[in-house]
């Protein structure tokens, strides 16, 4: 049995939800699973873990592309260790990659751990901007929003009020609330 996995990282790709679909099923997936969630978040991922729980032995989990599956060689193993133990295969549609065949297996590793290459480039150049532009004082970072609100969270505190009532008054997060407390 064919077994399709589509995934996006937002509710705003709806199109390219759509097209993984319909992708799957041109090529006579039985049964789909599809969610809307980032590849980062992998225990949110609810439908892969349902797709590989429902995935049998003989069966071939198929997804259109690999960044659509997994977001590390890691992550990637995982899942391949968990369907070679039940007897299933894994298609990538866009790669033309099939693990069942020794050559499939092999192609399938070298670009995944390429791609993983590629994204840990990328984050290295993002962090060097990042250094950059903070040495040059164009990069300030986010704003502190509960230190800049430390006299009315003690404020609050001392007229009895509890974390979570401050922090939803001030909208700022509870965890905030107790960090301006305690330091």
Do not use: W
């Amino acid at each position: 049995m064919l077994i399709g996995y589509a995934r996006t990282s937002t509710i705003d790709q709806k199109a390219g939800i759509d097209a993984q679909v319909r992708d799957l099923k041109q090529v006579g997936c039985d049964k789909l699973f599809h969610e809307q969630v980032s590849s980062v978040d992998v225990v949110s991922r609810e439908q892969l873990a349902q797709a590989l729980e429902f995935v049998r032995e003989g069966d071939t989990l198929v997804v259109t592309k690999l960044d659509r599956l997994a977001r590390s060689v890691a992550h990637l193993l995982s899942i391949l260790d968990t369907l070679k133990s039940k007897g299933a295969e894994l298609r990538i549609l866009n790669m033309g990659i099939d693990t069942g065949t020794p050559t499939g297996k092999l192609m399938l590793t070298m670009l995944a751990g390429v791609a993983e290459f590629e994204r840990e480039i990328m984050l290295e150049r993002q962090r060097e901007g990042i250094a950059k532009a903070k040495a040059d004082g164009k990069y300030k970072g986010r704003a502190p929003t509960a230190r800049a609100k430390s006299d009315q969270i003690k404020k609050l505190i001392s007229e009895g009020f509890g974390a979570k009532e401050i922090a939803d008054k001030l909208g700022i997060g509870r965890a905030s609330v107790y960090r301006v407390l305690n330091g």
